[in-house]
């Protein structure tokens, strides 16, 4: 029984102690005064990247007779990115290829060219090369800029882009001097596609 009345007792006194403690922590406020509140909040932003508006690369090229004489072209394209991007190719054909086959023994209906990617940044830049051979999707090999573009595919750009204006897609060849001849054709032609991922 003394042990029950002695543990009420403490119940009561650790009661009354925890009163004058809760009573600090409130505080009245009167008309016109004020107390500071800190809320604290946070928020999260991804990454995010694609080709600025009326920026993505496009357009068509028509390279003339390549077995008489070398050829290039740029198509310019503008990134906007907030972080780390990657940006990746892929050839339809594998080079300028003509809708008739090359039947005759010596005779070839696809002619190599080169394809450079180059990423311009706003503290960085990337830039690499690889013949159109090995951007197709089914090519062997490896080339840096094979897409389509992902997290881990496609050429890095280290750090975010916003409105530079010196990246381009460059194809070029020399004028073709074999191995064979090419069929006859105005019809030569390949397509190439463009992917960009974020890539933090």
């Given at each position: 029984?003394?042990?029950?009345?002695?543990?009420?007792?403490?119940?009561?006194a650790?009661?009354l102690?925890?009163?004058?403690?809760?009573?600090?922590?409130?505080?009245?406020?009167?008309?016109?005064?004020?107390?500071?509140?800190?809320i604290?909040?946070?928020?999260?932003?991804?990454?995010?990247?694609?080709?600025?508006?009326?920026?993505?690369?496009?357009?068509t090229?028509?390279a003339?007779f390549?077995?008489?004489?070398?050829?290039q072209?740029?198509?310019g394209?503008?990134?906007?990115?907030?972080?780390?991007?990657?940006?990746?190719?892929?050839?339809?054909?594998?080079?300028?290829?003509a809708?008739?086959?090359?039947?005759?023994?010596?005779?070839?209906?696809l002619?190599?060219?080169?394809?450079?990617?180059?990423?311009?940044?706003?503290?960085?830049?990337?830039?690499d090369?690889?013949?159109?051979?090995?951007?197709?999707?089914s090519?062997?090999?490896?080339?840096?800029?094979?897409?389509?573009?992902?997290?881990?595919a496609g050429?890095?750009?280290?750090?975010?882009?916003?409105?530079q204006?010196?990246?381009?897609l460059?194809?070029?060849?020399?004028?073709?001097?074999?191995?064979g001849?090419?069929?006859?054709?105005t019809?030569?032609?390949?397509?190439?596609?463009?992917?960009i991922?974020?890539?933090?």
């Open positions: 029984m003394l042990r029950s009345i002695l543990a009420t007792i403490g119940m009561l650790a009661a102690a925890a009163t004058p403690a809760a009573a600090q922590l409130s505080q009245t406020i009167y008309e016109g005064q004020s107390i500071p509140l800190t604290p909040v946070t928020a999260s932003v991804g990454g995010r990247c694609q080709f600025a508006t009326n920026g993505a690369p496009s357009g090229w028509d003339g390549i077995d008489e004489a070398a050829w072209h740029d198509f394209f503008t990134l906007e990115c907030n972080t780390a991007a990657r940006v990746a190719v892929v050839s339809l054909n594998g080079g300028l290829k809708p008739v086959g090359g039947s005759d023994p010596g005779y070839v209906n002619a190599p060219y080169t394809v450079t990617l180059n990423l311009d940044g706003n503290t960085t830049t990337a830039s090369f690889c013949a159109a051979a090995a951007l197709k999707a090519a062997p090999g490896t080339c840096a800029f094979r897409g389509p573009a992902s997290t881990t050429l890095r750009l280290a750090g975010p882009s916003q409105n204006t010196d990246s381009y460059r194809v070029s060849a020399p004028a073709f001097a074999g191995p001849t090419l069929v006859a054709s019809a030569y032609a390949d397509t190439l596609t463009i992917t991922a974020a890539a933090p």
